[in-house]
Structures are given as structure tokens and as C-alpha cells.
């Protein structure tokens, strides 16, 4: 389940939530950097990337506005 070309992959949404929470804000950054880079066309060969790294970076996302839901929010707003 790295998203970093690791061994491991799953499309699991509920292992992968598990896992992101388990990480320290720094340690989701770089891990929402490494799926944002296996679903850019440069990793792919200019192929669509894979799902499963295209699912554990929307649950990356997620799990990041989730922790930051208030930053969003103030942007939405304007304030």
C-alpha cells in the first residue's frame, strides 16, 4: 500500500484510511506527494496511472482536509 512503488499496493479505501491515519502531518505530505507523482503522466509514460494510486491519493487528500478543515474553510470564506 505504498504509494511510493512499493511492494505492496491495495485499492482498500478502509486499510488505506487506517494507515493515513496513523501518519504525522509530514509523513502524509510526502506520502500525498509520492501518489501525486505515480499518477503524473512523467511516472506513467504518459499512460492514465494505475487506480490504485489514484484512490490512495483522493484518500490522502481527504484525509488532509479533514485534518485541516478550518484552513479550508477560512479560504472558502474569504476570512
Not at 493515513?20 to 501525486?36: F, S
Request: aromatic share 8%; hydrophobic share 30%.
Amino acid at each position: 500500500m505504498l504509494c511510493n512503488g512499493g511492494v505492496e499496493l491495495s485499492a482498500n479505501r478502509e486499510e488505506i484510511r487506517a494507515r493515513l491515519l496513523r501518519m504525522n502531518d509530514q509523513q502524509l505530505k510526502e506520502y500525498g506527494r509520492a501518489c501525486n507523482y505515480m499518477c503524473s503522466p512523467q511516472a506513467n509514460f504518459g499512460k492514465p496511472p494505475r487506480e490504485e494510486f489514484v484512490i490512495q491519493l483522493e484518500e490522502a487528500r481527504a484525509e488532509w482536509r479533514r485534518r485541516h478543515r478550518d484552513e479550508f474553510s477560512e479560504k472558502a470564506t474569504g476570512a
